[in-house]
């Protein structure tokens, strides 16, 4: 879920870290008096609501499935008046659901389309300092060392899976 907050940080052109208190105190103190009062309110309503809550649990997945991707549609067409959106959340909810069926983790997923950009600026920043070789990842020992370990944790669960396969 932090990883989500990020992404949102970044497209508003906020940086998240430590400098956010000094940079942008209105959105730090916005984001921990809304919590105080979304907790509040969570408080306030839910008390009472619990026998409603135990109802709604008891409605079949049959009923409950199709409600829920009624309310997915309205919600992603009502963005824009646009079906182009509806198809984008059919194939996230596909490819979500791949992800949950072969046990992908979420939150390197969310990281990746955070960091991603970030990471490409970067590449092309070194490329263009070393004049399109590639050699400037490796010639310098801290640089080579991260590669390494980047290698090593690529290479061993895969290593890990295939040796518990033959076992």
Same mark, same amino acid.
């Given at each position: 879920?932090?990883?989500?907050?990020?992404?949102?940080?970044?497209?508003?052109?906020?940086?998240?870290?430590?400098?956010?208190?000094?940079?942008?105190?209105?959105?730090?103190?916005?984001?921990?008096?809304?919590?105080?009062?979304?907790?509040?309110?969570?408080?306030?309503?839910?008390?009472?609501?619990?026998?409603?809550?135990?109802?709604?649990? %008891?409605?079949?997945?049959?009923?409950?499935?199709?409600? =829920?991707?009624?309310?997915? #549609? =309205?919600?992603?067409?009502?963005?824009?008046?646009?079906?182009?959106?509806?198809?984008?959340?059919?194939?996230?909810?596909? #490819?979500?659901?791949?992800?949950?069926?072969?046990?992908?983790?979420?939150?390197?997923?969310?990281?990746?389309? #955070?960091?991603?950009?970030?990471?490409?600026?970067?590449? %092309?920043?070194?490329?263009?300092?070393?004049?399109?070789?590639?050699?400037?990842?490796?010639?310098?020992? =801290?640089?080579?060392?991260?590669?390494?370990?980047?290698?090593?944790?690529?290479?061993?669960?895969?290593?890990?899976?295939? %040796?518990?396969?033959?076992?």
């Amino acid at each position: 879920m932090l990883a989500v907050l990020f992404g949102a940080f970044l497209i508003h052109g906020i940086t998240p870290g430590p400098l956010l208190i000094k940079e942008h105190p209105e959105i730090f103190w916005g984001i921990i008096g809304s919590m105080y009062i979304g907790n509040i309110m969570l408080l306030i309503l839910n008390l009472p609501l619990i026998p409603l809550w135990i109802q709604v649990l %008891r409605i079949p997945d049959k009923i409950l499935y199709p409600l =829920i991707i009624l309310l997915c #549609v =309205i919600g992603s067409y009502s963005i824009n008046n646009n079906i182009f959106d509806i198809f984008v959340m059919i194939i996230f909810g596909v #490819v979500g659901y791949l992800l949950k069926k072969f046990d992908y983790e979420p939150a390197p997923l969310i990281l990746a389309f #955070v960091l991603g950009p970030m990471f490409e600026v970067n590449l %092309r920043r070194s490329l263009l300092m070393s004049q399109g070789s590639f050699t400037i990842f490796v010639e310098r020992p =801290i640089a080579l060392a991260a590669l390494i370990v980047c290698f090593i944790m690529v290479i061993l669960p895969i290593y890990q899976t295939l %040796r518990k396969k033959r076992a």
